[in-house]
């Protein structure tokens, strides 16, 4: 049977309740899909790409289900247990939770690496409905006999391919030992990976199964574009397109991916010097400066948010018109999670990504075409488009000798590779100020600016 409307679902009253407040009135097709079966006890294995909805999919029918049946939590003990692969996913994840649980007396927590476990374990003392956890620090918690998993109903696992990539395959094992075999099981990702069917294999029991989109689709609204630009222009060409979109386009935000976590650090440094509002979010912050820094983001305070790929997946952000692939991710599949932080819920949106002239980037992106299945259009409409570079990109024409980079950063080649080569220490002439950085030297001899970070010369 196709559901239409959230009227249509066999969820009660409370639940309709909050979908209704919050203006929801047509499920999406993953959770039109999922919704009836979920309600039917059955596991599940679900791919569907990132803003479709994922989260409501199994949230739903899991609070119709607590609600429905009047079992209460015991000591230490949890019902029902989602595990994703990041403190940001667990935020978005348990803020979902509680907004669709508005008006049922639920008992929700979250809990994570990164910040004190004592608070986390007073919430886990009295029992939970629901726990949001990131494996390690769940694992820690089980062993030092705060969290008891031996009466859990249901278990999901929230982007899985994720935390495969991210190495968490044995603490999901030693997780798994201590949840009942007889438990409702659920596997969503957005990819869907040979290791994932494997692991489906293990933990499911004749499951269901729903695929929206093929593997590695991007959401059909975002306008995607690759601009080539030599690595030394991405700085200036970087500002060109922010002044454009913050000046032009105030009520949209805009979300950057870097690399390195230096790189974050220094780009949204000159973002503010030169007047735009920007702040960062990386592996290197506290969870409460993460939290304060995308609290502001979505309010609009600061408008451009810089990031690494912790933040590729688990940020839910209205009005994110635009995504900046500054640097290309390492893994393929990163992409789609990095453009999927735009079009939510049905909205459109652009994600443009630099690509130059080493060797990093050329591979990079030919597997990201071949992921998503398309040739992703070319922006030549800017004061830093490089022919050469795109030829060496799309027709694998060697780069002529007037198209490489001939200065490299310090101790760093032009193919991004790190070299020992020694510094040569000179003396500083007495007569001349040698105060400041690199940056307050080229301002005095009145040169901008012209790189962020680690090779960008």
């Known amino acids: ?34 919704i009836p079966l979920l309600l039917e006890g059955r596991d599940l294995l679900a791919c569907a790409q990132t803003g479709t909805g994922k989260t409501a999919a199994f949230a739903l029918p899991m609070l119709n289900r607590i609600a429905t049946h009047g079992r209460k939590p015991f000591r230490r003990g949890v019902r029902n247990l989602i595990l994703v692969p990041t ?26 690496g990164g910040v004190s476990q004592t608070p986390q374990t007073k919430e886990l003392y009295f029992g939970l409905d629901v726990l949001v956890a990131t494996a390690g620090r769940l694992l820690d918690l089980i062993k030092q006999g705060h969290a008891n998993l031996s009466g859990v109903e249901c278990l999901v696992l929230d982007e899985a ?71 030394r222009d991405k700085p200036a060409l970087l500002l060109d397109l922010l002044h454009s979109q913050y000046f032009e386009k105030k009520e949209e935000l805009c979300l950057i991916f870097t690399r390195t976590k230096r790189d974050a650090r220094l780009i949204a440094t000159h973002l503010n010097r030169d007047g735009i509002r920007s702040d960062t979010i990386h592996g290197d912050r506290t969870q409460a400066a993460r939290e304060d820094a995308l609290r502001r983001f979505k309010l609009g305070e600061t408008p451009v948010l810089v990031a690494t790929d912790v933040a590729a997946r688990g940020i839910d952000v ?123 030297k080229q301002k005095r001899a009145g040169r901008p600016f012209r790189g962020f970070g680690r090779g960008r010369p």
Do not use: W
């Not at 490299?408 to 000179?426: D, I, Q, Y």
């Open 1 to 34: 049977m196709s559901h239409t409307e959230f009227k249509d679902l066999p969820l009660i009253e409370p639940l309709q309740r909050a979908l209704a407040e919050k203006g929801y009135a047509e499920p999406s097709p993953i959770q039109a899909q999922a």
């Open 87 to 112: 403190r940001e996913l667990a935020v978005q994840v348990t803020e979902s939770f509680r907004t669709y649980g508005a008006h049922l007396d639920l008992k929700i927590a979250m809990i994570y």
């Open 161 to 231: 391919d994720r935390m495969l990539a991210m190495g968490f395959i044995d603490d999901l094992r030693e997780i798994v030992s201590e949840v009942p075999k007889e438990r409702q099981t659920l596997l969503f990702s957005a990819t869907m990976a040979k290791d994932i069917a494997k692991l489906a294999a293990r933990l499911l029991n004749n499951p269901e199964e729903i695929q929206i989109t093929p593997e590695g689709t991007t959401a059909e609204k975002i306008d995607q574009s690759v601009l080539f630009v030599r690595l």
């Open 318 to 440: 209205k009005n994110i018109g635009l995504v900046i692939n500054y640097d290309l991710p390492m893994d393929a599949e990163n992409y789609v999670h990095r453009i999927g932080r735009t079009a939510r819920a049905g909205e459109s949106g652009r994600a443009m990504s630099f690509c130059s002239e080493i060797d990093q980037d050329v591979s990079r992106f030919k597997a990201i075409e071949r992921l998503i299945k398309q040739t992703i259009s070319t922006v030549r409409e800017h004061d830093f488009h490089d022919e050469a570079i795109e030829a060496l990109h799309r027709e694998g024409i060697a780069l002529p000798e007037d198209a490489k980079d001939r200065r490299p950063a310090r101790g760093v080649r032009a193919s991004g590779k790190r070299v020992s080569k020694p510094r040569e220490v000179k003396e500083k002439p007495k007569d001349k100020d040698t105060s400041g950085g690199r940056a307050a």
